[in-house]
């Protein structure tokens, strides 16, 4: 079973970036479409980007031409380039295929404060 691993969470300031990592243990490449979701605390979690097998992106508008999502099919990667950030994108992030179909990875948590 494939196992999902996220890293490059923080502490940023608003206004700064940060370029969040999704590990799979196998392979991606049958994947329709990838996906980098978001938790905030007393939410329920969004989709926040997704990326298809032949790179086709789409964001959600919060984050359109701030969000970058891409995938690496070869390295079972997908990464998510977060720019301008905002404390409204405080949350802990997590990545899954867009059918959910793999288990939910522990996440990566984003603190966007001054």
């Known amino acids: 079973q494939v196992q999902l691993v996220e890293s490059g969470g923080g502490l940023v300031q608003p206004g700064g970036s940060l370029r969040l990592s999704c590990a799979a243990s196998?392979?991606?490449?049958?994947?329709?479409?990838m996906g980098w979701y978001r938790q905030a605390p007393g939410k329920q979690r969004e989709l926040v980007a997704t990326?298809?097998?032949?790179?086709?992106?789409s964001y959600a508008d919060s984050v359109k031409g701030r969000f970058t999502i891409s995938r690496d099919n070869a390295k079972n990667t997908v990464w998510l380039q977060m720019n301008s950030l905002k404390p409204e994108d405080t949350a802990v992030y997590y990545c899954?295929?867009?059918?959910?179909?793999?288990?939910w990875g522990r996440g990566t948590q984003v603190t966007v404060s001054s």
């Open positions: 899954n295929a867009e059918d959910h179909r793999f288990p």
């Open positions: 196998g392979s991606i490449l049958s994947i329709a479409a």
């Open positions: 990326v298809t097998r032949s790179g086709r992106t």
